[in-house]
């Protein structure tokens, strides 16, 4: 299938696109890698009249450090990311997530803030977004709103961002000397979506982990510090909270299971890497 006529507009400045937002709202779809969106434009799964590419502005590719956070402007890619020495040193969890996120090919493309604007429950940059608890830039020409990521993601690949209101930026929280991580996934084969993937985050005192491919979003659990003989009982009660679903690629008895056993694998590697 092809997608059904549209007029496209490259913006130049992130005032034009959040300008063209605020004039047409519900009727534009923002592109910014294009990575999901050309498929479901392809599907007819979205049908926009207004194409804005906001992938040639370049006041939005930036990856800046502010206090405590990273900031990845909405136009920096998943490669760039990936390519960036503070990522790994500074948001190891992202580092160790992005080799998940796709392929090569589609990651020079695909943007940071695309992924999280997609909200794919199976998707590993939400995930970690949601696992540190970072939050999302928006703006309109009423101003600047900062969302925190799990009001962000609101359901299936559903956003509270309004329609006039373009995501300028991702911000991810720097890791504290103390905190350890770890990022893990099952695929049918790498660079497929999920079928679960954990993100787990210790720090001494708190254990944290988030389970995506799950649920609608990802899932994040706080406990205070799992003790070994804590971590199945804790593990088995967030499997069957969220319950997992069938499909097929997998049953959700696999997905329970699998929460189970990767999260006590994660769990117990980064504690006893803290003592
Ligand atoms: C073969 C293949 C394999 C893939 N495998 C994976 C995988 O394993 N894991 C994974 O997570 N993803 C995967 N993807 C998806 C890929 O990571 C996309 O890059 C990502 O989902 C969307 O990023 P994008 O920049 O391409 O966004 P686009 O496709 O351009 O946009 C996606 C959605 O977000 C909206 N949007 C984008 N940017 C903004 C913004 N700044 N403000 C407001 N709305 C915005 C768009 O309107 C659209 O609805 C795969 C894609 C392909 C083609």
Not at 50 to 64: C, F, K
Not at 103 to 111: A, C, D, K, S, V
């Amino acid at each position: 299938m092809k997608p059904p006529p549209f007029d496209y507009h490259r913006a130049q400045t992130q005032d034009e696109a959040v300008n063209t937002l605020m004039n047409h709202g519900s009727d534009v779809r923002v592109m910014a890698g294009g990575q999901s969106l050309m498929a479901m434009l392809n599907m007819r799964l979205t049908q926009p009249k207004i194409l804005l590419d906001i992938s040639g502005i370049p006041e939005l590719n930036y990856q800046t450090e502010s206090s405590n956070y990273l900031s990845f402007g909405a136009g920096v890619t998943q490669a760039q990311a990936l390519n960036n020495a503070r990522v790994v040193n500074e948001v190891p969890l992202l580092g160790q997530a992005l080799p998940y996120v796709g392929h090569m090919q589609t990651r020079n493309r695909g943007t940071i803030c695309g992924s999280i604007c997609h909200a794919d429950p199976s998707s590993e940059i939400p995930l970690v977004l949601a696992t540190l608890g970072g939050e999302i830039v928006v703006r309109s020409e009423t101003g600047q709103r900062i969302i925190p990521i799990q009001d962000f993601q609101i359901g299936l690949m559903t956003s509270a961002r309004r329609p006039d209101e373009l995501v300028v930026s991702a911000r991810f929280p720097v890791a504290r000397p103390e905190q350890r991580f770890s990022f893990t996934e099952i695929a049918r084969r790498h660079g497929d979506f999920a079928i679960v993937a954990i993100a787990s985050c210790c720090d001494g005192k708190t254990t944290r982990i988030g389970v995506g491919g799950v649920a609608d979003t990802p899932a994040v659990r706080e406990w205070p510090r799992l003790e070994p003989d804590q971590i199945d009982d804790a593990l088995n009660e967030l499997a069957w909270d969220l319950g997992g679903y069938d499909d097929i690629h997998a049953s959700a008895r696999y997905r329970r299971e699998l929460i189970r056993k990767l999260g006590r694998d994660q769990i117990e590697r980064i504690q006893n890497d803290q003592d």
